[in-house]
């Protein structure tokens, strides 16, 4: 049985608490080892209710739930279902930044609710050391990476956090920890409230 949680409700553009702790010194782990679990076999995972943002190109507006298209990114590799959304709409753009190119389509910002969502907080280094994570490789620039021909290290961190039996992870940009964004891995209670921003947002 799965130890009940607390939600946290998160209004739009609340920021979230950071845990004032270092970087759990954890070893890099190979990605086919399995995570540490607690005794017992259950995490305590961070429940979040609240509004989330996604930026999407517009034609794609009522299909914004759609897992990533691409067969990999930042936190998933080999098609892995995976949907990528931020706590508040201008960390979004922020997201999104690196990505965008001057002849992409237009796109728009579409807000999604969530409820009960069980989550690994890697801000978190009670999260990280029960799972054997290594924060710090969260914020390896993956790109670079991958045009060596080599695993992502940021792979090593989001399957350890799926195999926990987490729907998701908090994660922090790498430009500016105080914004956190999250990857889901599964997300059947999601739902989008309809309501649409615009991209870029104004002023």
């Known amino acids: 049985m ?64 759609a897992p990533a298209t691409s067969p990999e990114g930042r936190f998933h590799h080999d098609a892995q279902p995976s949907l990528y959304v931020s706590s508040r709409p201008d960390w979004a753009e922020h997201a999104i930044a690196p990505y965008v190119r001057d002849d992409d389509p237009p796109r728009v910002i579409c807000e999604l609710r969530l409820t009960g969502v069980r989550v690994l907080d890697l801000r978190n280094p009670d999260h990280c ?23 992502a290290s940021t792979w090593a961190v989001a399957d350890r956090a799926r195999a926990s039996g987490a729907d998701g992870m908090i994660y922090t940009a790498r430009s500016e920890p105080t914004r956190w964004h999250l990857v889901l891995f599964r997300w059947p209670g999601a739902h989008l409230t309809g309501h649409v921003l615009p991209y870029p947002l104004p002023g």
């Open 129 to 151: 050391a029960r799972c054997g994570i290594n924060p710090a490789l969260a914020a390896v620039p993956w790109l670079p990476e991958r045009a060596r021909d080599l695993p």
């Open 2 to 65: 799965r130890k009940a949680t607390k939600p946290v409700r998160i209004a739009p553009g609340q920021p979230f608490p950071i845990p004032q702790a270092e970087d759990c010194p954890v070893a890099r782990p190979p990605l086919s080892l399995p995570p540490a679990l607690p005794e017992g076999g259950v995490m305590p995972f961070l429940a979040l209710d609240g509004l989330f943002y996604r930026i999407v190109p517009t034609a794609r507006a009522a299909h914004a739930l």
